[in-house]
């Protein structure tokens, strides 16, 4: 089709534009506009808006050495479009030619006519002037992260923090979950390898399997059927963490999508009772979908765990599992609108969110039974402060500090409370947990 690469320049300006001026997350707006595209460009979407929106400060700073005059706010749109050009000629195998012949025209399908020669020489004197070579600017354009999380990550991780830079800008692999109910992580490795899909495992984490390059799931062995699922091996540790005390009554209390909860159903035996419940009517039907997938069953709820006398039966749960709303700071490397969309002010507001979601679950867990606390937040302010700040005004609680197994201690930084997986580590992205255990009085 003519102009097919012209529509997936325009439709990737969109998709940034509505990220870095909209405020909409990098997948709603994919979602959106995906249908748009046709189905052998999609890959090459996808791949110029994930890598437009990591490189965002940079690409910006080559974009004001370039124009003149910045660009008025109603055509934001080729802003975004320049930033999809350059990354074109940065990083990616596109042919120059194409790449510069391909955007110019989406300026036009843009209905910018009148700007298609400023991309066009804003694309060319890029190549001439060597810009590539030309780094440095400040501190937001070298790691491509907001000064405020640089800030922030400074303080929290001193040692730490250009390793956590480096893994936020790079690809994450695709990790699999080996459903225990069916096989082992082994044995559908074996599995994997029969169809020509090589596959690593993770000492530490015993039903996570690593491909050594990303597939479409359509491509997996039984995954349809539910014999594995797609979760990043950190996001691993909790169900099997949760599950060590063998309890039988449990609550997923922020499910949505489902990943945990279909992982504590997989390890769940004979007669084990989850109830899983997430405040968004719209997002809890991933968990349904998910749960059906896997042909496993939970009471499923639309209910706020901050109030549990909107829906709590009065039985107390043996077990219950806070994946807490959270920053998501440990997940930049797949979700690198975070880096524009989340504001420094933010981790307060959570904060202040996770300990009351904390204190209100405390009070339908029975005595001796233990809450996993949850973040994919790499800031000490949502993770250890919460629950430090939890165990000084609640004298039943106390932290349970054995970890599952001893392998995953290698994966793991012990905090002041809690343990925390840097992203990065070991492939991993970044989580942060803390098991409490109410006391018998
Ligand atoms: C990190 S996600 C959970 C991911 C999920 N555990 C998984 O493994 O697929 C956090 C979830 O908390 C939910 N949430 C936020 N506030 C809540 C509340 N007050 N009560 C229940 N769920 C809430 C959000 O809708 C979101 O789905």
Redesign the pocket.
């Known amino acids: 089709m003519a102009n097919a690469g012209a529509k997936t320049r325009a439709l990737a300006a969109e998709i940034v534009d509505a990220v870095a001026n909209g405020g909409q997350s990098l997948d709603a707006a994919l979602a959106q506009q995906e249908g748009r595209v046709l189905p052998g460009e999609r890959s090459l979407l996808r791949m110029l808006c994930f890598g437009v929106v990591r490189n965002h400060w940079q690409l910006q700073h080559w974009i004001g050495k370039l124009i003149d005059r910045p660009l008025k706010k109603r055509d934001s749109i080729i802003n975004a479009l320049l930033a999809v050009g350059l990354f074109q000629l940065w990083d990616t195998r596109v042919p120059d030619h194409a790449a510069v012949s391909q955007t110019v025209e989406a300026a036009r399908q843009l209905r910018r006519p009148q700007l298609a020669g400023l991309v066009n020489a804003c694309m060319r004197r890029f190549g001439r002037e060597h810009l590539v070579e030309q780094l440095g600017g400040t501190e937001e354009v070298t790691w491509n992260h907001p000064a405020w999380l640089i800030e922030a990550l400074r303080k929290d991780w001193p040692d730490d923090v250009e390793g956590i830079l480096e893994a936020n800008n790079a690809r994450a692999p695709m990790w699999l979950r080996a459903n225990a109910k069916r096989q082992s992580a082994a044995e559908y490795q074996a599995r994997l390898a029969d169809e020509g899909i090589a596959a690593d495992l993770l000492a530490g984490i015993p039903d996570a399997v690593r491909l050594r390059e990303p597939r479409g799931v359509d491509e997996l062995p039984g995954f349809m059927e539910g014999d594995a699922s797609v979760q990043d091996a950190a996001?691993q540790i909790a169900a099997r963490w949760l599950m060590t005390g063998n309890p039988s009554r449990v609550l997923?209390?922020?499910?949505?999508?489902?990943?945990?909860?279909g992982h504590l159903l997989e390890l769940g035996g004979e007669g084990f009772d989850l109830t899983a419940?997430?405040?968004?009517a719209q997002?809890i039907e991933r968990v349904r979908e998910n749960h059906e997938r896997l042909g496993l069953n939970a009471t499923i709820m639309v209910?706020?765990?901050?109030n549990p006398g909107e829906w709590w039966d009065g039985t107390p749960f043996d077990a219950i599992?806070l994946?807490?709303?959270?920053s998501?700071t440990g997940v930049i490397r797949r979700h690198p609108d975070i880096k524009l969309l989340r504001r420094a002010s933010d981790s307060n507001d959570l904060s202040a969110?996770q300990g009351a979601?904390l204190g209100a679950l405390w009070q339908v867990l029975a005595p001796g039974g233990r809450l996993l606390y949850v973040t994919?937040s790499v800031l000490a302010v949502e993770n250890d402060s919460v629950v430090q700040g939890f165990l000084e005004t609640h004298g039943d609680a106390v932290e349970d500090a054995l970890l599952p197994n001893n392998n995953v201690r290698d994966l793991m930084r012990r905090k002041a409370c809690g343990y925390q997986v840097l992203p990065g580590t070991a492939g991993l992205d970044g989580f942060y947990y803390a098991c409490l255990v109410k006391k018998v009085s």
């Not at 997923?252 to 909860?261: I, L, Y």
């Not at 209910?303 to 901050?306: E, Q, T, V």
């Open positions: 996001a997923d209390a922020c499910a949505a999508p489902g990943g945990k909860s419940i997430d405040s968004d997002r209910a706020d765990a901050s599992l994946d807490a709303p959270c998501a969110l979601i994919c």
